[in-house]
């Protein structure tokens, strides 16, 4: 079935560099997808969204790209801080929401 | 504004017993979900409610696993019997309506099944 994954399942970055998180979907129907962040024992937290009229999208420290033709979404984090440490996940959404793996980022100090 | 609250946090029990999850979502929000997330993978759908109805219960083993929403505010979902491969985290998330709104997720509660 159709899925939504992960290129990398852990990254590993310099405090102060910046970090790219990527994703690949499945779905070419998908509209909507969302970036979220989940630190240990607690709920996934909302990053970032995009919807498929658009390319790109930036929050503050964040950037979400979003490539149709390749099915592919990356999330850009800005000067990396010990903060961002979490397992960050991609969801796509058509008729419902679905969840990749994750990718665990680790910040060295 | 309070965020979704979910008890207990965390649950050990034996294989074939029975336990009870509660979700409490951010007030005014229509939408309330449960999901599953298994060590090392991303949340899985079980049951999504609108208000007190059931809109997608497709991957909800319905064999042991019931959830209400009564009132259309606080939610249960129910386990009985449990099996070992049950241990996960048991997610709630609220929205404020239907899907496509941003879900705001509770805690979790941690199952552990022996």
């Known amino acids: 079935g159709e899925s939504v994954g992960l290129h990398l399942p852990t990254l590993s970055v310099q405090e102060g560099d910046n970090s790219i998180i990527n994703c690949a979907y499945s779905?070419?129907?998908?509209?909507?997808f969302i970036w979220y962040k989940q630190e240990s024992g607690k709920g996934p937290q909302f990053i970032i969204d995009?919807?498929?009229?658009?390319d790109k999208r930036q929050g503050q420290r964040v950037t979400v790209l979003l490539n149709k033709t390749v099915k592919h979404l990356s999330l850009q984090i800005a000067a990396t801080q010990p903060g961002d440490s979490a397992v960050y996940f991609c969801?796509?959404?058509?008729?419902?929401?679905?969840f990749g793996a994750g990718t665990r980022l680790t910040v060295k100090p | 504004e309070a965020g979704v609250a979910q008890s207990p946090r965390y649950k050990i029990i034996e294989k074939r017993q029975s336990v009870a999850f509660w979700c409490n979502p951010i007030?005014?929000?229509?939408?309330l979900y449960w999901y599953q997330q298994i060590l090392g993978q991303g949340p899985k759908l079980l049951i999504q409610?609108?208000?007190?109805?059931?809109?997608?219960d497709s991957q909800l083993p319905k064999d042991r696993f019931s959830a209400e929403r009564l009132k259309g505010v606080d939610s249960t979902l129910k386990i009985q019997p449990a099996k070992l491969e049950d241990s996960a985290v048991y997610l709630c998330?609220?929205?404020?309506?239907?899907?496509?709104?941003?879900?705001?997720f509770g805690p979790g509660t941690r199952l552990t099944v022996l």
């Open positions: 998330a609220s929205s404020l309506n239907v899907l496509g709104d941003t879900q705001y």
């Open positions: 779905n070419s129907a998908s509209d909507y």
């Open positions: 995009i919807r498929s009229n658009m």
């Open positions: 969801a796509e959404i058509y008729n419902d929401m679905r």
């Open positions: 007030s005014g929000h229509a939408t």
């Open positions: 409610f609108q208000n007190n109805g059931v809109v997608d």
